[in-house]
Protein backbone atom coordinates (compact mmCIF):
# COMPACT_ATOMS: atom_id res chain seq x y z
CA UNK A 1 0.00 0.00 0.00
CA UNK A 2 2.22 3.02 -1.40
CA UNK A 3 -0.33 5.62 -1.09
CA UNK A 4 1.41 8.66 -2.28
CA UNK A 5 5.29 8.92 -2.85
CA UNK A 6 7.44 11.90 -4.35
CA UNK A 7 10.82 11.88 -5.77
CA UNK A 8 13.16 13.07 -5.58
CA UNK A 9 13.37 13.38 -1.46
CA UNK A 10 16.22 16.10 -1.73
CA UNK A 11 17.53 17.81 -4.90
CA UNK A 12 20.10 20.58 -5.44
CA UNK A 13 20.14 22.83 -8.45
CA UNK A 14 21.18 25.16 -9.76
CA UNK A 15 19.86 28.55 -10.68
CA UNK A 16 18.01 28.63 -14.49
CA UNK A 17 18.34 25.15 -14.60
CA UNK A 18 14.83 23.10 -15.03
CA UNK A 19 13.80 20.88 -12.49
CA UNK A 20 10.86 18.07 -12.23
CA UNK A 21 9.14 16.93 -9.09
CA UNK A 22 7.44 13.41 -9.23
CA UNK A 23 4.04 12.86 -7.66
CA UNK A 24 2.30 9.37 -7.19
CA UNK A 25 -0.77 7.73 -6.03
CA UNK A 26 -1.85 4.90 -5.87
CA UNK A 27 -5.53 5.53 -4.72
CA UNK A 28 -7.05 6.95 -7.72
CA UNK A 29 -8.09 10.14 -6.12
CA UNK A 30 -9.35 12.99 -8.45
CA UNK A 31 -8.15 15.79 -7.19
CA UNK A 32 -4.53 16.50 -6.59
CA UNK A 33 -2.57 19.38 -5.04
CA UNK A 34 1.24 21.20 -5.31
CA UNK A 35 1.94 22.90 -2.14
CA UNK A 36 5.41 24.70 -1.14
CA UNK A 37 6.48 25.14 2.53
CA UNK A 38 8.22 28.72 3.60
CA UNK A 39 9.05 29.38 6.94
CA UNK A 40 6.39 32.08 8.25
CA UNK A 41 4.41 31.67 4.93
CA UNK A 42 2.77 28.19 6.27
CA UNK A 43 1.59 25.92 3.00
CA UNK A 44 1.22 27.87 -0.05
CA UNK A 45 -1.27 26.40 -2.68
CA UNK A 46 0.91 26.46 -6.27
CA UNK A 47 -1.43 24.04 -8.70
CA UNK A 48 -4.36 21.48 -8.24
CA UNK A 49 -6.21 19.05 -10.48
CA UNK A 50 -9.54 18.10 -10.34
CA UNK A 51 -8.95 15.21 -12.85
CA UNK A 52 -6.59 13.92 -15.46
CA UNK A 53 -5.96 16.53 -18.28
CA UNK A 54 -7.48 19.14 -15.58
CA UNK A 55 -5.12 21.61 -13.89
CA UNK A 56 -5.95 25.24 -12.34
CA UNK A 57 -3.49 27.83 -10.70
CA UNK A 58 -3.27 28.35 -7.07
CA UNK A 59 -2.16 31.26 -4.81
CA UNK A 60 1.93 30.71 -6.04
CA UNK A 61 1.58 29.92 -9.91
CA UNK A 62 4.36 31.65 -11.82
CA UNK A 63 7.52 30.07 -12.67
CA UNK A 64 6.03 26.35 -12.26
CA UNK A 65 4.40 24.00 -14.71
CA UNK A 66 2.30 21.21 -13.96
CA UNK A 67 0.41 18.29 -16.09
CA UNK A 68 -1.54 15.39 -16.05
CA UNK A 69 -1.54 13.03 -18.62
CA UNK A 70 -2.77 10.32 -16.15
CA UNK A 71 -5.21 10.44 -12.98
CA UNK A 72 -2.16 8.59 -10.52
CA UNK A 73 0.77 11.61 -11.56
CA UNK A 74 1.19 14.76 -10.87
CA UNK A 75 4.66 16.19 -12.13
CA UNK A 76 5.86 19.74 -11.30
CA UNK A 77 8.43 21.36 -13.48
CA UNK A 78 10.32 24.85 -12.66
CA UNK A 79 10.95 25.54 -16.01
CA UNK A 80 13.98 28.05 -15.32
CA UNK A 81 15.10 27.27 -10.96
CA UNK A 82 15.51 30.74 -8.59
CA UNK A 83 16.70 31.14 -5.51
CA UNK A 84 13.54 32.41 -4.09
CA UNK A 85 12.06 28.79 -5.41
CA UNK A 86 14.02 27.24 -2.65
CA UNK A 87 11.65 25.21 -0.04
CA UNK A 88 10.12 22.24 0.97
CA UNK A 89 7.63 20.67 -1.84
CA UNK A 90 4.63 18.78 -0.70
CA UNK A 91 1.93 16.78 -3.07
CA UNK A 92 -1.37 15.68 -2.18
CA UNK A 93 -4.14 14.30 -3.26
CA UNK A 94 -8.17 13.62 -2.18
CA UNK A 95 -11.44 12.61 -3.09
CA UNK A 96 -15.16 13.34 -1.68
CA UNK A 97 -16.02 11.06 0.65
CA UNK A 98 -19.82 12.02 1.32
CA UNK A 99 -18.83 15.67 0.56
CA UNK A 100 -15.63 15.46 2.60
CA UNK A 101 -12.30 16.04 0.75
CA UNK A 102 -9.70 15.20 3.48
CA UNK A 103 -6.28 15.57 1.82
CA UNK A 104 -3.59 13.09 1.85
CA UNK A 105 0.26 14.26 1.68
CA UNK A 106 3.46 12.71 0.46
CA UNK A 107 6.37 12.64 2.36
CA UNK A 108 7.95 16.12 0.30
CA UNK A 109 11.05 16.71 -1.77
CA UNK A 110 13.25 19.26 -0.34
CA UNK A 111 14.52 22.01 -3.17
CA UNK A 112 17.65 23.91 -2.91
CA UNK A 113 18.37 25.88 -5.94
CA UNK A 114 22.06 27.87 -5.35
CA UNK B 1 -12.33 35.24 -0.07
CA UNK B 2 -12.14 32.56 2.60
CA UNK B 3 -9.94 32.52 5.01
CA UNK B 4 -8.31 30.78 8.09
CA UNK B 5 -6.79 32.33 11.21
CA UNK B 6 -4.31 30.44 13.56
CA UNK B 7 -4.19 33.21 16.82
CA UNK B 8 -1.16 31.40 18.09
CA UNK B 9 1.93 30.84 16.40
CA UNK B 10 4.44 29.66 18.68
CA UNK B 11 3.01 27.84 21.93
CA UNK B 12 5.69 26.70 24.48
CA UNK B 13 3.90 24.59 26.88
CA UNK B 14 5.26 21.63 29.79
CA UNK B 15 4.10 17.92 29.53
CA UNK B 16 1.08 17.46 31.48
CA UNK B 17 0.11 20.96 30.77
CA UNK B 18 -3.47 21.52 28.91
CA UNK B 19 -3.48 23.04 25.53
CA UNK B 20 -6.10 25.11 23.25
CA UNK B 21 -5.14 25.84 20.17
CA UNK B 22 -7.68 28.43 18.48
CA UNK B 23 -8.51 28.59 15.11
CA UNK B 24 -11.52 30.57 12.81
CA UNK B 25 -12.61 30.75 9.56
CA UNK B 26 -14.81 33.16 7.51
CA UNK B 27 -17.29 30.68 5.21
CA UNK B 28 -21.00 31.13 6.11
CA UNK B 29 -22.35 27.85 4.18
CA UNK B 30 -21.50 23.96 4.88
CA UNK B 31 -18.15 23.60 6.33
CA UNK B 32 -15.75 20.74 5.92
CA UNK B 33 -12.91 21.61 8.55
CA UNK B 34 -9.40 19.71 9.48
CA UNK B 35 -6.66 19.80 12.41
CA UNK B 36 -3.56 18.70 10.64
CA UNK B 37 -0.74 18.08 12.78
CA UNK B 38 3.41 17.83 11.16
CA UNK B 39 5.85 16.51 12.83
CA UNK B 40 9.18 17.34 12.91
CA UNK B 41 10.88 16.72 9.49
CA UNK B 42 7.42 14.91 8.61
CA UNK B 43 4.63 15.18 6.27
CA UNK B 44 1.31 16.92 7.36
CA UNK B 45 -1.07 14.17 9.04
CA UNK B 46 -4.67 14.14 9.67
CA UNK B 47 -5.60 14.79 13.32
CA UNK B 48 -9.13 15.25 13.24
CA UNK B 49 -12.08 16.53 10.69
CA UNK B 50 -15.53 17.70 11.61
CA UNK B 51 -18.07 17.59 8.40
CA UNK B 52 -21.25 17.23 10.36
CA UNK B 53 -23.51 16.02 13.82
CA UNK B 54 -21.65 16.14 16.94
CA UNK B 55 -19.40 18.83 17.12
CA UNK B 56 -17.60 17.39 19.56
CA UNK B 57 -14.46 15.82 17.75
CA UNK B 58 -12.55 13.10 18.90
CA UNK B 59 -9.26 12.94 17.06
CA UNK B 60 -5.97 10.61 16.87
CA UNK B 61 -4.13 10.63 20.05
CA UNK B 62 -5.83 11.96 22.56
CA UNK B 63 -6.67 15.38 20.88
CA UNK B 64 -10.26 17.02 20.38
CA UNK B 65 -11.65 19.66 18.79
CA UNK B 66 -14.77 21.64 18.90
CA UNK B 67 -16.76 23.10 16.03
CA UNK B 68 -18.49 26.11 17.30
CA UNK B 69 -20.95 27.59 14.53
CA UNK B 70 -21.79 31.27 15.74
CA UNK B 71 -18.19 31.32 16.79
CA UNK B 72 -16.74 30.30 13.38
CA UNK B 73 -14.39 28.64 15.59
CA UNK B 74 -12.49 24.92 15.39
CA UNK B 75 -10.39 24.96 18.27
CA UNK B 76 -8.50 22.25 19.09
CA UNK B 77 -7.30 20.88 22.82
CA UNK B 78 -5.83 17.90 24.37
CA UNK B 79 -5.81 17.31 28.04
CA UNK B 80 -2.29 16.77 29.13
CA UNK B 81 0.38 17.49 26.22
CA UNK B 82 3.88 14.80 25.94
CA UNK B 83 6.56 15.90 24.53
CA UNK B 84 5.82 13.82 21.29
CA UNK B 85 3.14 16.07 21.02
CA UNK B 86 6.08 18.51 19.23
CA UNK B 87 4.71 19.50 16.18
CA UNK B 88 3.34 21.94 14.31
CA UNK B 89 -0.38 22.18 13.95
CA UNK B 90 -2.46 23.39 10.47
CA UNK B 91 -6.38 24.22 11.05
CA UNK B 92 -7.95 23.93 7.51
CA UNK B 93 -11.15 24.60 5.83
CA UNK B 94 -12.78 23.23 2.65
CA UNK B 95 -13.28 25.87 -0.09
CA UNK B 96 -16.81 26.00 -1.37
CA UNK B 97 -17.86 24.20 -4.05
CA UNK B 98 -16.32 21.12 -5.73
CA UNK B 99 -12.52 22.49 -6.17
CA UNK B 100 -11.34 20.03 -3.04
CA UNK B 101 -9.50 22.49 -1.96
CA UNK B 102 -8.45 23.17 1.22
CA UNK B 103 -7.60 26.77 3.19
CA UNK B 104 -4.93 26.45 5.75
CA UNK B 105 -4.16 28.52 8.49
CA UNK B 106 -0.89 29.82 8.92
CA UNK B 107 0.25 26.91 11.62
CA UNK B 108 1.07 26.98 15.31
CA UNK B 109 4.15 25.65 16.70
CA UNK B 110 4.09 23.76 19.78
CA UNK B 111 6.92 23.22 21.65
CA UNK B 112 6.73 20.63 24.60
CA UNK B 113 9.22 20.89 27.32
CA UNK B 114 9.87 17.78 29.45
Known amino acids: DAGITQSPRYKITETGRQVTLMCHQTWSHSYMFWYRQDLGHGLRLIYY???????DKGEVPDGYVVSRSKTENFPLTLESATRSQTSVYFCASSESDRGVYEQYFGPGTRLTVT | AQSVSQHNHHVILSEAASLELGCNYSYGGTVNLFWYVQYPGQHLQLLLKYFSGDPLVKGIKGFEAEFIKSKFSFNLRKPSVQWSDTAEYFCAVKEGGNTGKLIFGQGTTLQVKP
Open chain 1, 49 to 55: SAAADIT
